[in-house]
C-alpha cells in the first residue's frame, strides 16, 4: 500500500528491540571476584534490518446518490459530477432501464459527498462508518430519512484519477443529533455501511537493497509463522499478510515480525529466553520482552510458566497472557480470575488476552459470566465477543433491512444499548423487556405516537405518512420492547388480510422513541448509547 503515501516508521518498541538484538547485559565474574556486564550477543533480529510501514486508517472519498427522500432533494449536480454518477448507476444496473436525468434531476434525490476512514490493518469485508454531506451548491434541504445508493470509495485525493476503489458504501442515513441553522439535516453517517475492499498487508522495507537478504527473510518468517505469510516482492521489499490465527491481534503480530530472529539454535534460543524472562520479570520494558518471548515460540513456554508463581502481578499477566499467544492453556486459570475480579487492575487486559487467543469454547464461557458483571464497560466488551462470534447468547434478527435487533438474557442488567458507529443495532439487555400498561410517547416532530391506557391489552402506534396527507396504523403490538421496535421499523408492506406490517420508521427514529420510552419510564432499562463515529475531514484552507 506505499502508493498512498503511508509515513513509515520502526516496529513499535524497535528501538528497545535494536539494543536488545546487540546483546543483553549478565553479571560475570572477574579474576578479582568484582562482578560486571558481559555482553551476550544474541543475534540479529528482522526488525534490525527493516522499516514497517507503519499501519494507519485509510482516508476515502467518494460521491453518490441518496435516494428516498420526502421532497428535499435537490437536482444540482455539476456536470463532470453528473457524467461520473451516470456512468456508475449504469455499471450498477446493467439490466434495467432506468431514466437516469430523471433520477438525479428528482427532488426525492440528492447528490453527496462521502468521506471516510477504512481501518488500519482491515480485512476484505471489515465495516466502517462513512459520513455524507450535501454537496456546496445544492439547494436540498435535508437527507434525513435519505438511503444512499451503494457507491465506490478510492483513496482521498485521487477522486476522478482512474483508481481502484478502496472501498464500497451503502445504508441508510443516520442523524443522530441533527444540527441548528442551515446546517440542520444536510450532514450524517452511514454507519457501518462501508466495506473495505482489500486486505492489509505490510511491506518490510529493507534499508539497503538486496535480494538475497530479502529472500532470507521472507524464508524465516515463512518457516515461523507460516509458508503463506511472507512474499519477497523487490530486492527491497518483503511483503508480509497476517495469518488467520492473528486476525484479532494484528499490531502483535507485526511487532512479533520485527521481533523474530534471523538465526535460530537450541543454544541462542536458550541464551534468549532466559534474557527476556529475567527483562519481564525485573526489567523496565516489560513489552518488548513478552513480544521477544511470543516470537520465539514454545522454546520460551517453560520459563514463562515459571512466572505464573512470579510476586508482581503485571508479570503474571503478562507470562499468562504471552503463553495463550503459544497456545498454551497454563495461563488460562490466572487470566480468568483477573477478568473476574472487580478489583483486579488488569481485568481489561485480561479478559481481552482470553477473548483473542483462547478457545472459543473457553472464550465463550468466560464471557457469558461476564454479562453478569455490573461494569457496564465489561458488560458491552463481553457482549461484543459473543456478537462477533456468532454466539446462541446473542439472538439476532433484521428489522426492516435496515438495523439489526439483538437480545442478551443471560445478564444481570436491564439495559438497552443503541449503537452510532459500526453497525446500526439496537440491543436489549435482560429480558424479556416489557413497557407499562399507560405510555403516551411520540417522536420530537409528533410524527410518530406510541400510546395505550390503563387496563388496554395492546401498544397502538402511528405515524404520519412521510410523504402525503394521512396516518399510517395503528399497529397494535403486545407490551414487550422488542415487539414494539419491530413494528416501528419494519418495512410498511400490507398483508392479504389488510393489516400493516410495519411503519417503516428509520433507524434513528426508532432510536429516539426507544429513548424516550425510557426517559418516562414506561420501560425499566437503562438507556445505553455506543459514541458517534470518528471521522477525521480535511479542513479546506
Given amino acids: 500500500m506505499k502508493e498512498l503515501g503511508w509515513k513509515t516508521l520502526r516496529c513499535a518498541g524497535l528501538a528497545a528491540l535494536l539494543a536488545l538484538a546487540c546483546g543483553c547485559h549478565k553479571k560475570a565474574e572477574q579474576a578479582d571476584g568484582s562482578l560486571t556486564p558481559k555482553v551476550v550477543d544474541l543475534g540479529t533480529n528482522v526488525g534490525a534490518l527493516v522499516e514497517l510501514t507503519k499501519p494507519q486508517p485509510v482516508p476515502v472519498e467518494g460521491y453518490g446518490l441518496v435516494g428516498g427522500l420526502p421532497g428535499t432533494g435537490s437536482a444540482f449536480c455539476p456536470p463532470q459530477l453528473r457524467s461520473y454518477l451516470k456512468q456508475y448507476i449504469l455499471t450498477q444496473l446493467p439490466t434495467e432501464r432506468v431514466n437516469?436525468?430523471?433520477?438525479?434531476?428528482?427532488?426525492?434525490?440528492?447528490?453527496?459527498?462521502?468521506?471516510?476512514?477504512?481501518?488500519?490493518?482491515?480485512?476484505a469485508g471489515d465495516h466502517f462508518d462513512v459520513q455524507v454531506s450535501l454537496i456546496p451548491g445544492s439547494e436540498a434541504t435535508s437527507i434525513n430519512e435519505g438511503w444512499l445508493y451503494k457507491a465506490d470509495l478510492v483513496a482521498?485525493?485521487?477522486?476522478?484519477?482512474?483508481?481502484?476503489?478502496?472501498?464500497?458504501?451503502?445504508?441508510?442515513?443516520?442523524?443522530?443529533?441533527?444540527?441548528t441553522g442551515e446546517s440542520r439535516f444536510k450532514t450524517g453517517h452511514i454507519i457501518g455501511g462501508g466495506r473495505a475492499a482489500f486486505e492489509y498487508a505490510a511491506i518490510l522495507h529493507l534499508r539497503r537493497s538486496d535480494y538475497r537478504a530479502a529472500s532470507t527473510i521472507r524464508n524465516r518468517l515463512s518457516e515461523r509463522y507460516g509458508a503463506d505469510v511472507a512474499r519477497a516482492v523487490s530486492p527491497r521489499d518483503i511483503e508480509v499478510h497476517i495469518p488467520p490465527e492473528y486476525r484479532y491481534r494484528k499490531l502483535r503480530f507485526l511487532a512479533m515480525v520485527c521481533a523474530t530472529y534471523m538465526e535460530t539454535g537450541e543454544d541462542l534460543d536458550r541464551?534468549?529466553?532466559?534474557?527476556?524472562?529475567?527483562?519481564?520479570?525485573v526489567g523496565k520494558d516489560k513489552e518488548t520482552a513478552e513480544i521477544?518471548?511470543?516470537?520465539?515460540?514454545?522454546?520460551?513456554?517453560?520459563?514463562?510458566a515459571a512466572l505464573l508463581k512470579a510476586p508482581d502481578v503485571e508479570v503474571r499477566m503478562r507470562a499468562a497472557r504471552c503463553l495463550l499467544g503459544l497456545g498454551d492453556d497454563r495461563g488460562l486459570p490466572l487470566l480468568r480470575e483477573m477478568?473476574?475480579?472487580?478489583?483486579?487492575?488488569?481485568?481489561?487486559?485480561?479478559?481481552?488476552?482470553?477473548?483473542?487467543?483462547?478457545?472459543?469454547?473457553?472464550?465463550?464461557?468466560?464471557?457469558?459470566?461476564?454479562?453478569?458483571?455490573?461494569?457496564?464497560?465489561?458488560?458491552?466488551?463481553?457482549?461484543?465477543?459473543?456478537?462477533?462470534?456468532?454466539d446462541p447468547a446473542v439472538r439476532r434478527e433484521s428489522v426492516g433491512g435496515s438495523f439489526e435487533l439483538e437480545q442478551v438474557i443471560q445478564t444481570n442488567r436491564r439495559a438497552i444499548f443503541v449503537s452510532r458507529s459500526g453497525d446500526p443495532r439496537i440491543v436489549l439487555f435482560g429480558g424479556p423487556l416489557v413497557c407499562s400498561n399507560s405510555?403516551?410517547?411520540?417522536?420530537?416532530?409528533?410524527?410518530?405516537?406510541?400510546?395505550?391506557?390503563?387496563?388496554?391489552?395492546?401498544?397502538?402506534?402511528?405515524?404520519?405518512?412521510?410523504t402525503r396527507p394521512g396516518i399510517m396504523g395503528p399497529i397494535r403490538t403486545d407490551f414487550e420492547v422488542r415487539s414494539i421496535i419491530r413494528a416501528l421499523g419494519s418495512e410498511s408492506t400490507?398483508?392479504?388480510?389488510?393489516?400493516?406490517?410495519?411503519?417503516?420508521v428509520s433507524y434513528a427514529q426508532v432510536a429516539a422513541i426507544v429513548e424516550r420510552l425510557i426517559a418516562k419510564e414506561a420501560v425499566d432499562a437503562e438507556f445505553w448509547q455506543g459514541p458517534l463515529p470518528e471521522i477525521v475531514v480535511p479542513v479546506k484552507k
Avoid at 521477544?292 to 514463562?304: D, N, P, T, V
Fill in 292 to 304: 521477544a518471548l511470543e516470537a520465539i515460540g514454545q522454546e520460551s513456554a517453560g520459563k514463562l
Fill in 271 to 281: 541464551a534468549r529466553v532466559e534474557a527476556f524472562v529475567q527483562q519481564l520479570a
Fill in 100 to 123: 437516469l436525468d430523471q433520477l438525479l434531476d428528482s427532488k426525492n434525490t440528492a447528490v453527496v459527498r462521502l468521506e471516510g476512514q477504512v481501518p488500519a490493518t482491515a480485512s
Fill in 439 to 466: 405510555i403516551f410517547v411520540e417522536s420530537a416532530d409528533r410524527a410518530i405516537v406510541v400510546n395505550t391506557r390503563a387496563g388496554e391489552d395492546s401498544v397502538s402506534i402511528t405515524r404520519k405518512h412521510p
Fill in 339 to 390: 477478568a473476574l475480579d472487580a478489583n483486579s487492575p488488569l481485568r481489561k487486559e485480561a479478559m481481552e488476552a482470553v477473548m483473542v487467543s483462547a478457545r472459543r469454547n473457553d472464550a465463550s464461557a468466560l464471557a457469558v459470566r461476564l454479562l453478569r458483571d455490573s461494569d457496564r464497560a465489561i458488560v458491552l466488551a463481553a457482549y461484543e465477543y459473543l456478537r462477533q462470534t456468532d
Fill in 494 to 504: 400490507v398483508a392479504s388480510d389488510g393489516r400493516l406490517g410495519g411503519l417503516g
Fill in 156 to 179: 482521498r485525493g485521487t477522486f476522478g484519477v482512474d483508481t481502484k476503489p478502496l472501498g464500497t458504501v451503502e445504508g441508510a442515513v443516520f442523524i443522530a443529533s441533527p444540527g
